[in-house]
């Protein structure tokens, strides 16, 4: 605050709920409004968008029914590399024949698929040509509740739409639409229309912190990004190994709620375990001794009570990497070790 204001300040406090005015600062009612502090956020927003702006483009997807390159549908991408690799929505590419992309100066580039990831609804395309304009990914798990978001994308076919909010809450667990559960989604109230998806939301810095992925129809300023961290390891898997590797036990399982009498007698806090359902030939959790019936109540020392709490450990731990889980079979309780394999989509 500057030396107007501080006056001011000093001004109000002697004299009550008046207005008091001077330099840029002015003073009503016990509140204080920066007439520069417009032109602050607005600067902040022109420099990302002038920044990222030109790294945001429009991805159409094509089909070859008789007709060649029709275009069956449209959403947002943004390059991460200067040699043309683009991370989009997994369901902005889905069942597409052939992708083409356009930059925001119109020029329009041919694209592959270089992989996908339904289970966060993230995908890896790359287009032809180099030294394209790129935008660098933040680090997400640095957001604050309250903070400035941008989302630049191309809804219903408008290029490089931009629109503010504020990150209103973190942490959020999403559906994809293969039902896994995406973790530490990042809430926000940019406003968001079909074809922003695929595009990214971006801090006041110019850093991209999310992809935009879903809006909830029926509701307005509700608006929810992938975080710019699972996509960094989502898009090292593809370009690594071609693919997201996840952790496979072979087994179907549901929650089941624990005597509390036989919980206490154990040990655990637990509310829930996870009861198997169903074994999977001779896979992972038939090999260490898994058998229908048993009760997951811990995997790799993380209480388990839910499909989603298995699924998570799973995706925190290497393919192949030895784990312990806990199980209870009627009133024992067994430690049984498995080594879980590559899931196969």
């Not at 038939?286 to 989603?308: L, P």
Request: aromatic letters at 4%; proline letters at 4%.
């Amino acid at each position: 605050m500057d030396e107007h204001c501080r006056k001011a300040l000093q001004f109000l406090a002697g004299n009550g709920p008046e207005t008091a005015q001077n330099g840029s600062c002015r003073i009503k009612n016990g509140d204080i409004t920066d007439v520069e502090l417009l032109d602050s956020y607005s600067r902040a927003v022109i420099t990302v968008v002038d920044t990222v702006g030109p790294a945001v483009l429009m991805v159409s997807r094509k089909k070859n029914n008789g007709n060649a390159g029709e275009q069956a549908g449209a959403g947002s991408g943004v390059i991460i590399a200067p040699d043309g690799y683009i991370l989009t929505n997994n369901h902005v590419v889905q069942g597409a024949e052939g992708l083409s992309v356009t930059l925001q100066d119109g020029t329009i580039h041919e694209a592959v698929l270089i992989g996908t990831d339904p289970a966060t609804d993230l995908a890896v395309i790359r287009a032809g040509g180099s030294d394209l304009p790129y935008a660098v990914l933040g680090d997400s798990a640095k957001l604050k509740v309250g903070q400035l978001v941008i989302a630049i994308g191309n809804p219903f076919g408008f290029n490089s739409t931009v629109s503010t909010g504020v990150v209103s809450a973190l942490g959020r667990a999403l559906r994809s639409r293969e039902g896994r559960l995406i973790e530490n989604i990042i809430q926000h109230t940019a406003p968001l229309n079909p074809g922003n998806s695929g595009g990214p939301l971006v801090d006041s810095r110019g850093r991209v912190v999310g992809i935009n992925t879903a809006i909830i129809a029926i509701a307005q300023g509700i608006g929810f990004s992938v975080p710019a961290a699972t996509a960094t390891w989502v898009i090292s898997e593809i370009l690594v190994n071609g693919r997201v590797r996840r952790g496979f036990l072979g087994l179907a399982a549901q929650p089941r709620q624990l005597i509390k009498k036989l919980a206490r007698y154990h040990d655990l806090d637990n509310a829930y375990g996870v009861e198997v359902v169903g074994i999977n030939g001779d896979g992972p959790a038939a090999q260490a001794g898994i058998k229908r019936g048993d009760v997951i109540v811990s995997i790799a020392g993380t209480k388990t009570q839910s499909v989603d709490d298995l699924h998570r450990t799973l995706s925190e731990h290497a393919v192949g990497e030895s784990i312990d889980l806990v199980v209870l079979r009627g009133q024992e309780r067994l430690v049984l070790n498995v080594i879980p394999v590559e899931a196969i989509h």
